[in-house]
T-cell receptor
Framework: DVKVTQSSRYLVKRTGEKVFLECVQD?????MFWYRQDPGLGLRLIYF???????EKGDIPEGYSVSREKKERFSLILESASTNQTSMYLC??????????????FGPGTRLLVL | KQEVTQIPAALSVPEGENLVLNCSFT??????LQWFRQDPGKGLTSLLL?????REQTSGRLNASLDKSSGRSTLYIAASQPGDSATYLC??????????FGSGTQLTVLP
């Protein structure tokens, strides 16, 4: 079974703090994704990566950055956390054939509260 | 830009009832349409994936259909059970191989 793990289930941070969210997958997937999920808005793509050291902006990249130094790990960074970044953050991974006959595999999510 | 809509936002049914969840999308140029399940506070689990050349997919009590020309997909759940209670999300995969998600339908099956 594909396993995608996220470093924390719950996080509480202060405004202005630098926040790191870590995601690790164990299936040697090339593609990795970061989403945020807010009530009534569904999942929105923040950043994604098709390979090590590669990154692409999603629909809502402002206020975020990412790092992919190793194939299995994809980190989301909030440079200076703000209250409007309070949300559920979901990481996903997929093999190269995603978008045709392959799906994405999701981690359990990190619920972040910024005070 | 692709937009995916799910109606209703919430649905409550008695156990044993057959039900249909609806999903609509604005851009018919999709690679596939996927249905996911999300339990409270958890990540998403893939249920069914319909490729653009297919009309439907079935898994157990679940059947998903796809009509690209009308921009619609439905998820049919037969003989619903309390364990089916969850949020169901559909997602369309476009040319960039990214998924565009609807906001989900929260289903409650009452015992």
């Amino acid at each position: 079974d594909v396993k995608v793990t996220q470093s924390s289930r719950y996080l509480v941070k202060r405004t202005g703090e630098k926040v790191f969210l870590e995601c690790v997958q164990d299936m040697d997937h090339e593609n990795m994704f970061w989403y945020r999920q807010d009530p009534g808005l569904g999942l929105r793509l923040i950043y994604f990566s098709y390979d090590v050291k590669m990154k692409e902006k999603g629909d809502i990249p402002e206020g975020y950055s990412v790092s992919r130094e190793k194939k299995e790990r994809f980190s989301l960074i909030l440079e200076s956390a703000s209250t409007n970044q309070t949300s559920m953050y979901l990481c996903a991974s997929s093999p190269p054939q995603t978008g045709t006959w392959e799906t994405q595999y999701f981690g359990p999510g990190t619920r972040l509260l910024v005070l | 830009k692709q937009e995916v809509t799910q109606i209703p936002a919430a649905l409550s049914v008695p156990e044993g009832e057959n039900l249909v969840l609806n999903c609509s999308f604005t851009d018919s140029a999709i690679y596939n349409l996927q249905w996911f399940r999300q339990d409270p506070g958890k990540g998403l689990t893939s249920l069914l994936l319909i490729q653009s050349s297919q009309r439907e997919q079935t898994s157990g009590r679940l059947n998903a259909s796809l009509d690209k020309s009308s921009g619609r997909s439905t998820l049919y759940i037969a003989a619903s059970q309390p364990g089916d209670s969850a949020t169901y999300l559909c997602a369309a995969s476009g040319s960039a191989r990214q998924l565009t998600f609807g906001s989900g339908t929260q289903l409650t099956v009452l015992p």
